[in-house]
C-alpha cells in the first residue's frame, strides 16, 4: 500500500506560477505517477504523467508547454511545475500511482493509489 500525499497549493493570480509536490510512503520507482485535477460537478481528469519504465512524459493538451512533471525516485517524490496559469487551472489536484500501459495511462481506472489533493486556485 502506497500513501500520496500532496501540499504546494494555494491562490495565485493569474500568470503565476505553484509548484505541487507529491510524497509516497514507499518506493515510487516502480510506479507511473501522475497528476489528475477535478473541479465541482465534473468528471476527474487527467493532467500529466511520468513514467515508471522509461521515465516518458505525458501532458494533457490543455497544460502543455504550461505544465513541467518531474520525479526524484531517490526521494521517493514527484512534482508539477505549472507556469503561467489560468484560472481554468483552478480545481483540486490529486497525484495518483500506479502501473498502466501507455493506452491507459490518461485514465482514473489505472492508478491503485490516490493523495487526498490539494486545492489551486487561479483568480485576480
Known amino acids: 500500500q502506497v500513501q500520496l500525499v500532496e501540499s504546494g497549493g494555494g491562490l495565485v493570480q493569474p500568470g503565476g506560477s505553484l509548484r505541487l509536490s507529491c510524497a509516497a510512503s514507499?518506493?515510487?520507482?516502480?510506479?507511473?505517477i501522475a497528476w489528475f485535477r477535478q473541479t465541482p460537478g465534473k468528471e476527474r481528469e487527467f493532467v500529466a504523467a511520468?513514467?515508471?519504465?522509461?521515465?516518458?512524459?505525458y501532458y494533457a493538451d490543455s497544460v502543455k508547454g504550461r505544465f513541467s512533471v518531474s520525479r526524484n525516485n531517490a526521494k521517493n517524490t514527484a512534482d508539477l511545475q505549472m507556469n503561467n496559469l489560468k484560472p481554468e487551472d483552478t480545481a483540486i489536484y490529486f497525484c495518483a500511482a500506479g502501473r498502466p500501459i501507455v493506452s491507459s495511462l490518461r485514465m482514473i481506472s489505472s492508478y491503485s493509489y490516490w493523495g487526498q489533493g490539494t486545492q489551486v486556485s487561479v483568480s485576480s
Open positions: 511520468t513514467r515508471w519504465t522509461n521515465g516518458n512524459l
Open positions: 514507499d518506493a515510487i520507482s516502480g510506479y507511473t
